[in-house]
């Protein structure tokens, strides 16, 4: 008796004291960029296309090196001429939300959404230069919650900051004159957070974390000239952006950080803050959803 | 909570005729801290961490020998917390001041009660937000200045509940009136 009690305890510990293999997560990237038939259209723009190229090359690094599962949904018009994946296809924003919609992720799964393109004075997207209807804040921000995941939005256009909600109760200190930034310095937010513990309801943000490229009153721009490599190729937000991830920009090449390096939202704010060019930050000033959680982008 | 903040309030005008000593202290503290996030109750997770602080109660008096009345302040660090389901809380800095009542059941061993307000500054999102909560302490000095109290806090910050317990060493710098 004794000895089977014995046989069972040392198969339980033996059981218990391997290791589980962690489940292989997954990273989704759905990235949207339009140039609205660049040169020759009416308010083209030149830089969306290689935002794309260059964001989506070096996310794409990042997941393999964390040992993630990586799928990319590229909707990209260049020229004029619309791509799916590389391929011609003529696609609208219905596109963008079916893709949405069908995607196959986990809680612990992270999807990606960045656009660079032209944002209209509602901050909506615009998707399509050609027709009147836009993508809202609303519908896409709906589209998102219905994806399983922690989704991190991207969105260099004007007037994004319109997707940000003012949770209230985290402040920065962010204040504006004639809509450019005015100061940034965290004791402004020292009564407005506190007034905001009290009277905001809705603490939650929905698994969905948003830089975007300005606030709801500014615009972003196509490119910056701060005289840093290849600045004028990429968009102003972008560039910032892909630097933070980490894009080797003198060489033009996807570059990763140091094993053990682990990158979350948050840590790419403050990398985009920091680096961030001061007459730029003025003008097109970035905002981020302010949350108490930190949703872990790569694991190297 | 009525009976101690009129008990408090009591004990201030009191203090003033009766045997009041001027008691300040320092205090550094370790500290487990784990935090319940409403929004991400379904995944049933604990976000842990560690919270070291020092602390300073310049405005302190000890009343009679047995009670104890202080407002200590405190100036913290918070590391970034565990990672469940890919989601952590990013450390921060913060300060502590609180509304503290001891009581000297003995010689050796305090116990005590305080309500605590704190403002944190969550240096990664460059952001401020509040905390507010209450702690109980039970001390024991093992020598006249020094000594070692076990802290229990609860406190809430909007969509969130934190807990915390550890070790606090307590330097007493008492004085003669």
């Known amino acids: ?300 | 909570m009525k009976r101690i903040i009129i008990a408090v309030l009591l004990l201030l005008p009191t203090s003033l005729l009766a045997d009041t000593v001027w008691s300040p202290s320092l205090s550094l503290s370790v500290e487990y801290e784990g935090s319940h996030i409403e929004e991400h109750e379904e995944e049933n997770a604990i976000w842990s961490t560690a919270r070291t602080a020092i602390g300073i109660s310049p405005l302190s008096m000890t009343i009679n020998e047995k009670h104890t009345l202080s407002l200590p302040m405190e100036l913290a660090y918070t590391a970034d917390s565990s990672v469940h389901g890919r989601l952590m809380m990013p450390g921060y800095f913060s300060t502590l001041l609180a509304l503290r009542y001891g009581y000297h059941v003995s010689r050796d061993v305090e116990i005590a009660i305080s309500l605590d307000t704190v403002l944190q500054w969550h240096n990664r999102q460059n952001a401020l937000s509040w905390r507010f909560g209450m702690s109980t302490y039970l001390t024991w000095y093992p020598f006249t200045n020094l000594g070692l109290s076990i802290p229990l806090s609860a406190s809430w910050s909007p969509g969130v509940l934190h807990f915390n317990s550890g070790l606090i060493l307590v330097f007493n710098i008492r004085s003669i009136q």
């Open chain 1, 1 to 300: 008796m004794i000895k089977r009690i014995l046989f069972i305890l040392i198969s339980v510990l033996t059981i218990c004291s391997c290791e589980m293999t962690p489940q292989q997560g997954k990273v989704v990237f759905v990235s949207i960029a339009v140039d609205y038939n660049a040169p020759d259209g009416i308010n083209a723009l030149d830089n969306p296309p290689e935002d794309q190229r260059v964001l989506s090359s070096q996310i794409e690094a990042l997941s393999y090196a964390s040992g993630e599962i990586y799928e990319q949904y590229l909707f990209l018009e260049k020229n004029g001429i619309r791509y799916f994946n590389g391929t011609e296809k003529k696609w609208n924003h219905d596109d963008i939300l079916y893709t949405l919609s069908e995607l196959d992720t986990l809680q612990s799964d992270l999807v990606i959404l960045h656009y660079s393109g032209h944002g209209d004075s509602t901050g909506a997207l615009v998707t399509d230069a050609d027709t009147s209807s836009r993508l809202s804040a609303e519908r896409l921000l709906d589209a998102m919650r219905g994806i399983d995941g922690r989704k991190c939005l991207f969105l260099d256009s004007c007037f994004s900051g319109v997707f940000i909600d003012d949770a209230g109760y985290m402040q920065n200190g962010d204040r504006f004159e004639d809509g450019n930034l005015e100061s940034d310095n965290i004791l402004n937010a020292f009564i407005p957070s506190f007034i905001g513990t009290f009277y905001k309801k809705d603490y939650g943000n929905d698994n969905i974390w948003i830089i975007a490229a300005a606030t709801e009153e500014q615009n972003s721009f196509d490119n910056w000239d701060s005289g840093l490599p290849q600045q004028e190729k990429f968009g102003a937000f972008s560039y910032y952006l892909a630097l933070a991830l980490g894009y080797d920009m003198e060489n033009d090449t996807p570059l990763l950080p140091p094993k053990g390096t682990r990158m979350t939202f948050y840590s790419l704010w403050e990398e985009i803050r920091k680096s961030m060019a001061d007459d730029l930050k003025r003008e097109a000033t970035p905002q981020a959803t302010l949350s108490v959680t930190d949703p872990v982008l790569f694991s190297l």
